[in-house]
């Protein structure tokens, strides 16, 4: 399976403290997409990062990408209660729209 | 601007049954992808349409098919519904289905229950 794998899958943490997020993935990607969703809805698009890039921000977002390691970390600094959800990464194999997502990070944020 | 839009949002249906989702996908993007996701798990790609041909398809059984319309939505069909067919079912769109390093845009998504 080409499905990516992140870690932790469970992450419980205070309020203003920070989270990371780590995700691996199979082979040579496009780019790699980190998406969040609450409760169970539709995915929110956070951040996009190209296989030629190695660092990108985004307000309290910052996302790594290692090509020689095939992994990616999503950190989130100053965490509020809003931010509990569950985060997934989504790699884009090839030139088509195809998204190989991982198996996602719940993240619970304690006020 | 409106943003990609599914219907239903819950549907329940019982084994055997057919079932049709749709979606809307947001105004100018001419590629429409659909997920399952299992809960638990991260979404499954099923099929992608772009300016409505088929560019791409996962790996589930033929009971599943989906067709783009002239207007870009698009429909996806599931027949003899299986128990383990109970997932949210997740419409993504964008403008030119990947071919450039674009954002996928995801709808709120339809919630089917197979008793």
């Known amino acids: 399976s080409q499905q990516g794998e992140e870690d932790p899958q469970a992450l419980s943490i205070q309020e203003g403290e920070n989270a990371t997020m780590n995700c691996s993935y199979k082979t040579s990607i496009n780019n790699l997409q980190w998406y969040r969703q609450n409760s169970g809805r539709g995915l929110v698009h956070l951040i996009l990062i190209r296989s030629n890039e190695r660092e990108k921000h985004s307000g309290r977002l910052r996302v790594t990408l290692d090509t020689s390691k095939k992994s990616s970390s999503l950190l989130i600094t100053a965490s509020r209660a809003a931010d509990t959800a569950s985060y997934f990464c989504a790699a884009l194999y090839n030139q088509g729209g195809k998204l190989i997502f991982g198996q996602g990070t719940e993240l619970s944020v304690k006020p | 601007d409106a943003g990609v839009t599914q219907s239903p949002t819950h549907l329940i249906k019982t084994r055997g049954q057919h079932v049709t989702l749709r979606c809307s996908p947001i105004?100018?993007?001419?590629?429409v992808s659909w997920y399952q996701q299992v809960l638990g798990q991260g979404p499954q790609f099923i099929f992608q349409y772009y300016e409505k041909e088929e560019r791409g398809r996962g790996n589930f059984p033929d009971r599943f098919s989906a067709r783009q319309f002239p207007n870009y939505s698009s429909e996806l069909n599931v027949n003899a519904l299986l128990l383990g067919d109970s997932a949210l079912y997740l419409c993504a769109s964008s403008w030119a289905g990947g071919r450039t390093q674009e954002t996928q845009y995801f709808g709120p998504g339809t919630r089917l229950l197979v008793l």
């Open positions: 105004s100018g993007h001419k590629s």
